[in-house]
Structure formats: structure tokens, C-alpha cells
């Protein structure tokens, strides 16, 4: 069975200094908290060209063994805690996605 991806997009905050202040703790290291993972990615999206943002600000990455353990790892109460500071920090808007890994990396 492929592995599964949970990925949390963070739109542009409307006080990114604030969200930056909160971020390393209620969100990266809240999502460390989170069990079953085989690994965890964070990312910060490069401005467009011209210097102005993209419609993404940041995203987390949470790599699960299959779409069970990653299904498991959500309704545990490290991941309300995440997901309740996700929506409190995420002023400009966020999406969580589930995806079936394709090509695993190696």
C-alpha cells in the first residue's frame, strides 16, 4: 500500500509577523507532536518574481505509512491540538489535503 501525505497550506497571513512569532511552536512543533508519522517536511513558498506573494505562505508535510495511519493520526488529541491553533493562526485562509504518494522518495 503507497504511502500517505497530510498537507496543511497556510495562505498569506494578514499579519505574517505575528504568524511567524507563533508558527515554530503552535504549528511545526505541534506537528512533530502528532504520532504515526515516518517523516515531516516544512516549507516557506518563494515570492513571485516581482517580489509580490503567492497565494501560499507556507506548507507542512506529515508522511504516514498508508491513508489508515494517517486517518488514525488525526483523531488523536495531538492533532486537535495542531488543527485547533491551525485554524486560530491561519488569518488568511488554509487547506489540509490527503494524497496518495505516487512516486515515494528513495
Do not use: C
Not at 504511502?3 to 509577523?17: C, F, G, R, S
Not at 507542512?60 to 491553533?85: C, H, K, M, N, R
Amino acid at each position: 500500500m503507497p504511502e500517505t501525505k497530510i498537507t496543511v497550506i497556510y495562505d498569506n497571513p494578514t499579519d505574517p509577523a505575528a504568524f511567524e512569532s507563533a508558527y515554530e511552536q503552535e504549528q511545526l512543533e505541534a506537528a512533530r507532536r502528532i504520532p504515526g508519522h515516518v517523516r515531516v517536511e516544512a516549507s516557506k513558498v518563494w515570492p513571485k518574481e516581482d517580489g509580490s506573494p503567492t497565494p501560499a505562505y507556507r506548507m507542512i508535510d506529515l508522511y504516514y505509512p498508508d491513508y489508515q495511519s494517517a486517518s488514525a493520526a488525526v483523531a488523536t488529541p495531538e492533532a486537535g491540538e495542531f488543527f485547533g491553533a491551525m485554524m486560530r493562526l491561519s488569518t488568511g485562509g488554509v487547506r489540509v489535503l490527503f494524497s496518495d504518494i505516487e512516486i515515494p522518495q528513495r
